[in-house]
């Protein structure tokens, strides 16, 4: 694929998000409380029940990767792209997330700040927009649709890259620390 890159960019930056804190949350008593993005990826969708719908953006994310399933025409990556631009609006909603859940007793506590993590599911989110708009791109100038020859080995590049620097931003950062 012409633009593989992008993919590997994608799922760099989406694989490091989930490693690294989202929602930093103001310290209570003598701790303080922060989500990695692989536990706000697991259980999101408990955000639903307090009326936030940032997490929501990961299903469009998925939708749009299914897009690679295939080969599309430029109209559809071109949904692609808005579907995906979509998602980053959609994420923008973390900032109007205030309190959670997680105190000794269960009791809210507030958030302090969206962490580095957001801002990296954030980026990853418009790498992929990018991504799409590429593909519009390729295919209306050509009036072909991008050819799909390695469809399995572009999912295993997207797969094995956001992989791996989640692995090693995960048990890496600990290291590193003093």
């Known amino acids: 694929m012409k633009y593989r890159y992008v993919l590997i960019v994608f799922a760099v930056l989406y694989g490091a998000s989930l ?5 930093i949350f103001a310290p209570n008593s003598f701790t303080s409380y922060f989500y990695y993005g692989i536990w706000i990826l697991l259980s999101g969708f408990l955000a639903l029940l307090q009326g936030n719908f940032a997490w929501c953006a990961n299903f469009v994310i998925v939708l749009a990767m299914a897009s690679l399933s295939g080969i599309w ?26 309190t959670g859940i997680g105190g000794a007793e269960g009791e809210p506590i507030q958030v302090s700040h969206l962490g580095s993590g957001f801002y990296l599911w954030e980026l990853s989110i418009l790498v992929l927009a990018f991504y799409f708009y590429l593909r519009y791109r390729q295919a209306r100038s050509s ?36």
């Open 19 to 23: 490693a690294l804190p989202h929602i």
């Open 73 to 98: 025409s430029a109209k559809q990556n071109l949904v692609a792209m808005y579907a995906t631009l979509i998602a980053f609006v959609v994420a923008l909603d973390s900032y109007a997330y205030r």
């Open 143 to 178: 009036n072909k649709s991008p050819p799909s020859r390695h469809i399995l080995w572009d999912f295993f590049v997207v797969v094995g890259a956001g992989t791996a620097s989640f692995i090693l931003l995960w048990f890496g950062l600990p290291l590193l620390s003093p």
